[in-house]
């Protein structure tokens, strides 16, 4: 026996994989597009919370780390301080 890791009623669930078997290709990619969106809300959301005093460009660095890893956050952290630090020269 396979045990689910859904909370979702299992009827519920084969009604859910109905309705996005007989989608267009479209609507899958719209449906695609807004879990993604609502996942990177939430993580948004859950950074605000356990750091309530970051600015909104930590909490992004933040969410790139968690979402890309911490190779590619710190890249993105030295680019834009190389950026401000061109802005203060212009």
Known sequence: MTQSLSDTNPSVSDVQFQLL??????????????????????????LQRRYPHATASEIALLRCAQCYGDDIATRVRAALATRACDDDVS
């Not at 267009?24 to 859950?46: D, G, K, Q, Y």
Request: hydrophobic share 45%.
């Open 21 to 46: 078997r007989h989608a267009s290709p479209a609507r899958r990619v719209e449906i695609a597009a807004e879990m993604s969106r609502f996942a990177l809300e939430n993580t948004t959301f859950a």
